[in-house]
C-alpha cells in the first residue's frame, strides 16, 4: 500500500512538473519527455492499485486513456514546432 | 471558464460525499426471498447468528451451512436451513472486516470467539464512520485538485500568448475542454488514492 501510494505522489509531481515544463518554460521536447515517464508511472500506479482495489485501478483508467491521447497532442506539437 | 470548473469541482465533491454515506452502512445484508445464503446451523438457541455469501465459519466456530430465503421482512429474513425454518437478523452487530468492496456481506450478531475464516469488527455507528470516510475522500480529492490548480497557475497565463501562437493538429481539441476533463480526472484520482489508502489503514503492513 505504502508503495502504491508512493508511485501515485509520484506520477502527481510529475503532472504537475508537466505544466511547468510545457507551458512555463515553453519546452515542448522536456515536455514530451515528462509526459512519457509520467505515462508510464501512471501505469504502475494502475497495476500496483489493482492488486489492493480493483475500483481503484479502474477509476484510473480514463485518466491514462486522456493522457495517452495528450501525449500524442504534446509529440505532435513537437513535430510541427520544430 | 473558470465558473465551469468550479461547478464541476462542487458537483463532484457532492457526489463522491453522497458514495461514501451510501458505501458506508455495509453491516446491512440485502436478501431477496428465494436467495442462496451461507448461515450458520448452530440451531435456534444459538445467539451467533452468522449470515455469509461465502462459505467458511461462523462466529461462533461451526460451518457455515447453505440456506435458502424463505421471506424477507424488515431487519429479519426466515431462512431454510437443515431442512428447518430459521429467523435471521439481517442488520449484523458485527461485521466482516474485509473492507467496502468484499462481496463476502458477512454479518453476526456475536464476535468470532474461535478463528473465524474472517476478520471482524464491531459495525461502527454508521453516521460517524461515513462522516470520517466522506471527509477522507474530500481530503483526498482536494490534495490532487491541488496538484492541477498548481500546475494551472503556470499554464493560464501562456494560453492566450506563446500557446495560441504556435502550431497544433487538426486534431487538436478546443481549449476549454481541459479543464473540466482535468478536474474530472483529479477528482477520480482522490477517490482512487483513498480507497488504496483505505485498504492500508484495514491491513497495516
Known sequence: VKKALAVFAAQLLLNTLWSIVFFRAHMILGAAVVIVLLWALILATILLFSRISRAAAYLLVPYILWVTFATVLNISLYVLNR | ?205
Request: proline letters at 6%; aromatic letters at 8%; hydrophobic letters at 45%.
Open chain 2, 1 to 205: 471558464m473558470k465558473k465551469v470548473a468550479i461547478v464541476v469541482f462542487g458537483v463532484l465533491f457532492a457526489v463522491s460525499a453522497v458514495a461514501a454515506l451510501a458505501a458506508a452502512d455495509k453491516s446491512k445484508l440485502v436478501l431477496k426471498a428465494g436467495d442462496e445464503i451461507f448461515a450458520c446451523n448452530c440451531g435456534p438457541e444459538c445467539q451467533c447468528q452468522t449470515l455469509s455469501r461465502k462459505e467458511g465459519s461462523c462466529a461462533c466456530g461451526n460451518p457455515l451451512a447453505k440456506a435458502k430465503a424463505k421471506s424477507v421482512g424488515e431487519g429479519t429474513a426466515v431462512l431454510i436451513i437443515g431442512g428447518r425454518e430459521q429467523t435471521f437478523k439481517t442488520v449484523g452487530k458485527y461485521m466482516c472486516a474485509c473492507g467496502p468492496e468484499c462481496k463476502c456481506d458477512t454479518i453476526s450478531q456475536m464476535p468470532a470467539s474461535a478463528p473465524a475464516a474472517w476478520t471482524w469488527s464491531r459495525s461502527r455507528s454508521s453516521s460517524r464512520a461515513s462522516m470520517k470516510r466522506a471527509a477522507g475522500i474530500v481530503v483526498s480529492i482536494a490534495v490532487c485538485e491541488l496538484a492541477g490548480i498548481i500546475g494551472s497557475i503556470f499554464t493560464t497565463p501562456s494560453i492566450p500568448g506563446w500557446y495560441a501562437d504556435i502550431a497544433k493538429p487538426s486534431f487538436n481539441p478546443p481549449n476549454w475542454i481541459f479543464g473540466p476533463v482535468w478536474t474530472l480526472l483529479y477528482a477520480l484520482m482522490g477517490l482512487a488514492a483513498y480507497l488504496v489508502y483505505e485498504k492500508g489503514l484495514k491491513r497495516p503492513k
